[in-house]
């Protein structure tokens, strides 16, 4: 979890404590349904639409929904991730799978290399451009007239893409290095400096591999 530090400004003078901030992922996934069908080339197209109205949303999701995307390796696993996620974008109604994979490649660039210093893809529009970039719209109650001053931070997110792009903000804010095991291809949050593989079973398995090659 990520924190601000506010000061303020009016009345006398007093820090605010540090605040997290919270990914708020205002949809309710069994509220929407999700269909797949294959373009002229061959490439399969999911689309997705609202069916349901006054489900509970599923708040505090961000990270399980950013991990188990980046998990996704087929169409199959792509439905069946967009079935229980909600919209894909709140901008649009489909995606190809193709995109999705894009999408993929974008965001775990984004998370080795850092916001800033990742092109932005041509298929990205709207509201879910300030998300993307870094700049999210993050919303702040602060109420003074307590003896300790209360606040609560909060980016809130309609759809998959948002909430993705929300959490690696909040991962860069806090100072987060992410590195991809050469093994397994994951992305992970090393422990050390020094820290190569995601966990000792892929140390393991790429270290018999280099015995048995004799290198």
Known sequence: MSYLLFRSTSGPKQILAAMPIEIIYRVAPEDWAVSVKSNSEEIP??????????????????ITI??????VKSPSDALSF????GPFRYVRGSVSWTVFQGWQAFFRNQRIKGVRSTQTPQ???????????????IKIDITLKAKVPLAKVWIECASVVEVIAASIFVEQL???KIRICPWCQRLFEPQTKRGTYCGHACAHSAGQKRRRSGT
Request: glycine share 14%.
């Open 45 to 62: 197209v999911f689309s997705w639409r609202k069916t349901g109205w006054g489900s509970s949303p599923e708040l505090g999701q961000a």
């Open 66 to 71: 950013r991990d188990a995307f980046d998990a």
């Open 82 to 85: 967009l079935s229980h996620s």
């Open 123 to 137: 298929w990205v529009d709207g509201d879910e451009l300030d998300h993307i970039v870094g700049n999210p719209k």
């Open 174 to 176: 806090k100072g987060v």
